[in-house]
């Protein structure tokens, strides 16, 4: 089982930048794929990006490509998101996970998994 931190967050005006972090406690990290979810006021939590156990492989929510990028350290036992030019419907709080694959990240289910405290991004306008 992989203990998870997320860190990061704060309050950021639009079109500004923020990078996240993730870190995992356990010697099983790289078995693992990693996947970002947010959660906004009054909405579903809803997937954000995801990246394979070795990194070679990244998927996106189509509200996020081209401006989001998730990448990891598996030697730091870490994964990121580099978020620019955020926008104000990005507000939320952004929370990791892991699963065996990227696909497995994009069709779960997110109201059936025990999540962390998350960490919270404020766009303002």
């Known amino acids: 089982q992989v203990q998870l931190a997320e860190s990061g967050g704060g309050l950021v005006q639009a079109e500004g930048s923020l990078r996240l972090s993730c870190a995992a406690s356990g010697r099983t990290f790289s078995s693992y794929a990693m996947g970002w979810f947010r959660q906004a006021p009054g909405k579903e939590r809803e997937f954000v990006a995801a990246?394979?156990?070795?990194?070679?492989?990244?998927s996106y929510d189509d509200s996020v490509k081209g401006r989001f990028t998730i990448s990891r350290d598996n030697a730091k036992n870490t994964v990121y998101l580099q978020m620019n030019r955020l926008k104000p419907e990005d507000t939320a709080v952004y929370y990791c996970?892991?699963?065996?694959?990227?696909?497995?990240?994009?069709?779960?289910?997110?109201?059936?998994?025990?999540w962390g405290q998350g960490t919270q991004v404020t766009v303002s306008s």
């Open positions: 990246i394979s156990r070795g990194g070679g492989g990244t």
């Open positions: 996970t892991a699963d065996l694959h990227i696909q497995a990240l994009r069709d779960m289910n997110p109201r059936l998994r025990s």
